[in-house]
Every structure is written in C-alpha cells, then in structure tokens.
C-alpha cells in the first residue's frame, strides 16, 4: 500500500470532522493530517481508514477512533522533547502521534503478536520511538519514570498505582477509567501526594488486562 494524494484528501476531511467535533490543539489537528492512518491497518479495511471509526487489527484488538486519539493526545498537552509514557501500542498509530508532536516516546504492548507485528511496521516506517515494550502496562515503566504524560489506550477497570507514581509533579494522566464504558479521566499530579481529577465524556476501549500472576 502506498500513500497517495487520494489519502491526503481523505485525512484533511477527517480533520475538519474532528474540528467539528471539538478538537482545537492545531499540531494534533496537524498529526492527524500527516500520519497515514490507512497503513497502521489491514488492507481491506484501506477504504475505511479516514472514517472517524475504530477497527480491528490484529490479537481481537482495534486501532483506536480518531477522535479518542484526537482527544486523549489534546489532554495530554504535549510540549516538544517531553517524556511521554503509551499502554497498549496496539497497531501504533497514537504512537506515531505522539512522535509526530516530538515527544519522546516510550510504549508498552502486552499481546505478543501485536508487539511482533507493530516492531516490524515501525522499523519500515522509521517510526522511533524511544523504547518499545513486550509487558504489563499496570506496571508502567519504573527504570524510565518520572514521566511528563502517560496515556493509556485501553479501558482501565482501575486506575493503576504505579502509573500515579510515575508521574512527573505537573504531570498528565490520560486514563479511560469503566469497565463496559469508560469515562475519560485526567490526573494532573500537583504534588507528591494531591492529584488533581478532571472526567470527560464517556468512551469505549477493549480492555486493559491485568496478568494474574
Ligand atoms: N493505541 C492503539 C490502541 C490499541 S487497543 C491503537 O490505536 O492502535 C489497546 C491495546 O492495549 C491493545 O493492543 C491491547 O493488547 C493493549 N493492552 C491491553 N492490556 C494491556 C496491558 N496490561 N499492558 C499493555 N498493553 C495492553
């Protein structure tokens, strides 16, 4: 597959639905105009990929919609060089956002499949992010932490201890919290031990899974 001016059409439409629908941080708007969302994707769902919709990709999972992406980045309030933390890599294609906003980037996926899948598709791209993770999101990252964002791309039963604990102090939380549904929850940690909550709409992940062992 290859990107084409065709596609570059596409994504500008896809911005303007996202204008529409709220978005307002111009260099998100801008990553979303940039990044080839249709070759994070299986080929036959190319035709679809500048819908504002999630869809399967590999291991039962889905590249997140658009506007989630839109939106959960917009959150984060990202600055150039930041330290930036992703659970659930997934097809890549909020990390290719969040690379595109010149954050470094590190990111974690639990299904090995995917994690094998997405290696392969970031080295061809020359996507770099500055490390990515076969493991358990709950955990975080403790070697790599404090970090300035964390974002999490599946819904969390639970807000996980360790991901408050790796935040930077004036550090951002991006966490779908629910478990069916999931309400968009901002933590800004204000201090060793406050934090502050803002929730947002309500959204829907695959879930973010906890190995019981
Ligand atoms: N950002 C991705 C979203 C993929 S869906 C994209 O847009 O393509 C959420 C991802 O979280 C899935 O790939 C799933 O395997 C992963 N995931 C679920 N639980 C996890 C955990 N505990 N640690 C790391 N990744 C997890």
Redesign the pocket.
Known sequence: MKDTLKHRGMRNKLADILVEKGIVDQKVLEAIRTIPRHL?MDSSFEGHAYQDKAFP?A?D????QPYT?AFQTELLQLEPDQKIL??????????AVLLRLKTKVYT????LE?FKKTTIFFKKMGYRPKKFIF????KGLPEEAPFDGIVV??GAPRVPKALMAQLKIGGRLVIPVGTNEQVMTLFIRKSEKEFEKKEFGSFR???????KN
């Open positions: 994070f990709i291991a999972q889905t590249i997140s992406v992703e659970i659930g890599t997934g097809s890549g294609y909020q990390t974690i996926e639990r299904q995917l493991g358990d999101g709950y791309t599946a992940f695959v879930p973010l899974l906890e190995d």
